[in-house]
């Protein structure tokens, strides 16, 4: 029998940003009311392609852990746990990387993208990731998975994978499908061309949900858009205005069009903040309860080793008949 099971993970880059709350863990916070049995990892292995200080990532972990509990995920409701802690993730990783080919791999656009920001040839665990998301999902036999835009072909592969090795050892692995966010995609404050990002070396570009009124006010006022002073959403003529737009809505719940109609007859500075002041309104309570929490870091280890103990109670079983249908036992 199949179970209905919703997988997904986040990176452990610190406190997320906008885009990540809106795009993803608004969505998660919905999902664990409606599903059974959920799962989300914080991803420290993906995180280690490229890798930093090691109490910089221990420390991004503990706050990327703060971040999503303070934004209402409930590990009563679903399963959070640290992917390292589950060493079946990187063993089913190998066993799929080899019924993979190398050129699916080198056309991901995210090769090209990440190959090319870290300026060098690229690293193996830079390639294969992907691979390892797919055992990410597959590990639980995952039927949905929530994504982003840019993450729909990397789902593609790892149903491929999961039909390839169904054809290979008999039907195993349900093939699981997409979840795609109903949320805009977030876009740079500073290049609205861009999409939010915590690597961008404009401080002003990226708004995190820990951030302060102060800062949030200042990072709209001074938000890119253009010499025309209405209100209006066109995303490929006006994206600057658009994008804030775009936040208005997704911050408040409220359409397109409800947003729109409340900015008639604002010019684009006065709208900004107006923007500013429901951003700080939606984030204040969630920035309260982050602090709160990471001045007890015993209390977020244990909730991830909980949930990782959790997480390997429903992946060994899987796991073991994986190795019985390859021939490993």
């Given at each position: 029998m199949?179970v209905?099971r919703?997988?997904?993970?986040i990176?452990?880059?610190?406190?997320?940003?906008l885009g990540n709350?809106l795009?993803a863990?608004?969505?998660?916070?919905?999902?664990q009311?409606?599903?059974?049995?959920?799962?989300y990892?914080?991803?420290?292995?993906?995180?280690?392609?490229?890798?930093?200080e090691?109490?910089?990532?221990?420390?991004?972990?503990?706050?990327?852990?703060?971040?999503i509990?303070?934004?209402?995920?409930?590990?009563?409701?679903?399963?959070?746990?640290?992917?390292s802690?589950?060493?079946?993730?990187?063993e089913?990783a190998?066993?799929?990387?080899?019924?993979?080919?190398?050129?699916?791999?080198?056309?991901?656009p995210q090769w090209?993208?990440?190959r090319?920001?870290?300026?060098?040839?690229?690293?193996?665990?830079?390639?294969t990731?992907?691979?390892l998301?797919a055992?990410d999902?597959l590990?639980y036999k995952?039927?949905?998975?929530?994504v982003?835009e840019?993450?729909v072909?990397?789902?593609e592969?790892a149903q491929?994978?999961a039909?390839h090795?169904?054809?290979?050892?008999g039907?195993?692995?349900?093939v699981?499908k997409?979840?795609?966010?109903?949320?805009k995609?977030?876009k740079?404050?500073?290049d609205?061309?861009a999409?939010?990002s915590?690597?961008d070396?404009?401080k002003?570009?990226?708004v995190?949900?820990a951030?302060?009124?102060?800062?949030?006010?200042?990072?709209?006022?001074?938000?890119?858009?253009d010499?025309?002073?209405?209100v209006?959403?066109?995303?490929a003529?006006r994206?600057?205005v658009?994008n804030?737009?775009?936040?208005?809505?997704?911050?408040t719940?409220?359409?397109?069009?409800?947003?729109?109609?409340?900015?008639?007859?604002?010019?684009?500075?006065?709208y900004?903040m107006?923007?500013?002041?429901?951003?700080?309104?939606?984030f204040t309570?969630i920035?309260n309860?982050?602090?709160?929490?990471?001045e007890?870091?015993?209390h977020?280890?244990?909730?991830?080793?909980?949930?990782?103990?959790?997480a390997?109670?429903?992946?060994?079983?899987?796991?073991?008949e994986?190795?019985r249908?390859?021939?490993?036992?």
């Amino acid at each position: 029998m199949v179970v209905d099971r919703i997988f997904s993970g986040i990176q452990p880059t610190g406190t997320p940003h906008l885009g990540n709350y809106l795009g993803a863990i608004q969505n998660w916070v919905n999902l664990q009311e409606e599903c059974s049995s959920v799962l989300y990892s914080i991803m420290d292995m993906h995180s280690f392609t490229m890798p930093k200080e090691p109490a910089v990532l221990r420390q991004n972990i503990l706050d990327t852990t703060a971040a999503i509990l303070a934004c209402g995920i409930d590990p009563k409701k679903c399963l959070l746990f640290r992917q390292s802690l589950v060493p079946e993730h990187a063993e089913l990783a190998w066993i799929l990387g080899c019924l993979t080919n190398v050129p699916r791999l080198l056309r991901l656009p995210q090769w090209k993208m990440k190959r090319a920001s870290q300026n060098s040839e690229g690293t193996v665990g830079l390639l294969t990731y992907p691979v390892l998301q797919a055992a990410d999902i597959l590990l639980y036999k995952s039927t949905r998975v929530p994504v982003g835009e840019d993450q729909v072909l990397h789902l593609e592969l790892a149903q491929d994978i999961a039909q390839h090795f169904n054809k290979k050892y008999g039907e195993f692995f349900p093939v699981p499908k997409a979840i795609l966010s109903t949320t805009k995609k977030i876009k740079s404050l500073r290049d609205p061309s861009a999409k939010m990002s915590k690597s961008d070396p404009q401080k002003l570009a990226t708004v995190t949900i820990a951030d302060s009124p102060d800062e949030i006010v200042q990072k709209f006022r001074k938000a890119v858009t253009d010499f025309t002073s209405e209100v209006t959403y066109e995303p490929a003529a006006r994206p600057g205005v658009s994008n804030l737009v775009s936040i208005h809505a997704a911050v408040t719940g409220l359409s397109i069009k409800e947003v729109l109609h409340q900015a008639t007859g604002l010019d684009t500075a006065h709208y900004k903040m107006v923007v500013a002041e429901a951003v700080i309104q939606k984030f204040t309570p969630i920035r309260n309860e982050i602090k709160k929490l990471q001045e007890d870091k015993s209390h977020l280890i244990k909730v991830l080793e909980d949930g990782a103990e959790k997480a390997k109670e429903l992946a060994a079983p899987i796991y073991q008949e994986i190795r019985r249908l390859v021939g490993f036992q």
